[in-house]
Structure formats: structure tokens, C-alpha cells
């Protein structure tokens, strides 16, 4: 599910980052690419295929887990046909502003994992095309290697991040997500600085299905005291003191 853990633990905080639709924006329409010509592929009608992806990826938080689940089909034949497939070259391009952000974190404070629910040869590329691979420490993925494969918002999937990156204190784990239901599954395991990533007013897809971005959010910190921006650059200040100061 993951890189190999470190060999030894600290005192650091863990900035966990969520990849797609976070690290990059919504407005790429890279979500919309994802996952319905799969449903379509195994001969539903387009209207069932379309309502089968919404609801798997209601119930799962990630749409292939329903069809792991309940159509056993290949997980990596899955991804190969999917997320593979997507042209990201063409989509995304390196990003400056994102790589001196995550430079600029105190890593004598904090480390930086990624945490996504792609494989690990989707997380890569992203981070590849984006630049910013040598800023990240280490990747925890869903590992479509296995059919009982955890994902976010599974308490499990939460449990293993911090066990291969070898850290202990969920108190000290600082996540940012584009999905409210994620961070707040997290928060409620005890992961003490959440903040959830949302570009107000943008149309992404969700589980197949378009959706108006923050329609179900109210601004400012939600109900959970949770932070909600819209730029990541916004964490220089609501993770003030992970940051270097000069």
C-alpha cells in the first residue's frame, strides 16, 4: 500500500497530502475522465452504468472498490484502462508555485507523505508531471494488488498510513483533502489538523456525476471545526508553524 517505512520514528509532524483534485484543481476535468468508460466497458446500459459509479463511489469513497466488491473484476486491469489511460502530460504541467510551497515546509517540524486512493503508478506520474516528487517522502496508495485493498474513508486505510510511515502520534497528523467526507473520517481517528480543500464554485465530477464544488459546505471552518480554503497556499498560515520563516 505504500513505500517502504522509515527505520526510525521522531517527533516530526506528519503533513499528509491527498493528490488528485488537490494538488492539482478540480477545473482540469481529469476527474471526469476517471473510471465511467470502465462501467460502460462491462456492457451496463449508459443511464445504470453512470447510477452503479455514483453509488459506488457514495458508498466506498472510491468506485472500484463496489466493483471489486460485488463484479470481481481486476483491480489493475481497472487501472490500466483508466487511470492509465488519461493523458496527465497533456493536462498537467510542472507547478512552481506548488513546489516552493512544499520547499518552504520545515522539515526539521514536519514530514510530507502523499495519500491518495489511485494506484501507485497514478501517484507517481502526478507527481512526476507536477514536479514535486522530490518534496515528498513517501506515497501510501490503494494497492490494487489485492482485492481486499483498504481506501479512504476506511478507518483502515488511515491505520496503515501511519503504520508504513512508521508514525505513532495521529494527534500530530496534518491532512488536506478535497473530500469533506475523508478529513472527516480522519478527525474523528484523531487526526488533529485536518483542512479541507475546496475550490467553491467549480463543477467537478463525483462518482460520475457533476457537482457544484462547496454546495454542501458552509464557509469558513464546518461543523467538525475543520478549516476549509480554496488555495493551498492558505496552509503557510493555518500551518503557520510547520513553516519556515525566512
Not at 462501467?39 to 452503479?52: D, I, K, Y
Not at 456525476?209 to 454546495?215: D, F, L, S, V
Request: charged share 25%; aromatic share 10%.
Amino acid at each position: 500500500m505504500s513505500t517502504q517505512p522509515t527505520s526510525t520514528q521522531d517527533d516530526r509532524y506528519m503533513i499528509w497530502l491527498d493528490i488528485d483534485n488537490t494538488l492539482y484543481s478540480a477545473s482540469t476535468q481529469i476527474s471526469a475522465a476517471m473510471g465511467e468508460p470502465y462501467f460502460l466497458s462491462l456492457g451496463f446500459p449508459e443511464e445504470e452504468a453512470s447510477e452503479l459509479h455514483h453509488k459506488y463511489y457514495t458508498q466506498y469513497g472510491l468506485a472500484l472498490r463496489g466493483l471489486v466488491r460485488h463484479h470481481h473484476i481486476d483491480a489493475l486491469d481497472f487501472d490500466r484502462k483508466c487511470d492509465g489511460s488519461l493523458p496527465l502530460e497533456q493536462i498537467l504541467k510542472p507547478d512552481a508555485k506548488l513546489h516552493k510551497l512544499l520547499e518552504d515546509i520545515d522539515r526539521s517540524k514536519a514530514r510530507v507523505w502523499a495519500l491518495t486512493n489511485a494506484y501507485q503508478t497514478h501517484a507517481r506520474r502526478v507527481l512526476r508531471i507536477l514536479g514535486i516528487e522530490d518534496q515528498v517522502e513517501g506515497v501510501v496508495f490503494c494497492d490494487y494488488s489485492n482485492p481486499q485493498f483498504a481506501c479512504k474513508p476506511e478507518p483502515e486505510y488511515f491505520h496503515n498510513a501511519m503504520q508504513k510511515a512508521n508514525f505513532q502520534d495521529p494527534s500530530k497528523c496534518c491532512f488536506v483533502d478535497d473530500s469533506k467526507t475523508n478529513i472527516v473520517a480522519a478527525k474523528q481517528l484523531g487526526w488533529g489538523r485536518c483542512v479541507h480543500f475546496c475550490e467553491r464554485g467549480l463543477v467537478a465530477v463525483e462518482g460520475g456525476k457533476p457537482k457544484e464544488i462547496g454546495q454542501d459546505t458552509a464557509s469558513g471552518p464546518d461543523e467538525e471545526s475543520i478549516a476549509v480554503i480554496s488555495d493551498l497556499e492558505e496552509l503557510r498560515a493555518i500551518w503557520s508553524d510547520l513553516f519556515r520563516t525566512s
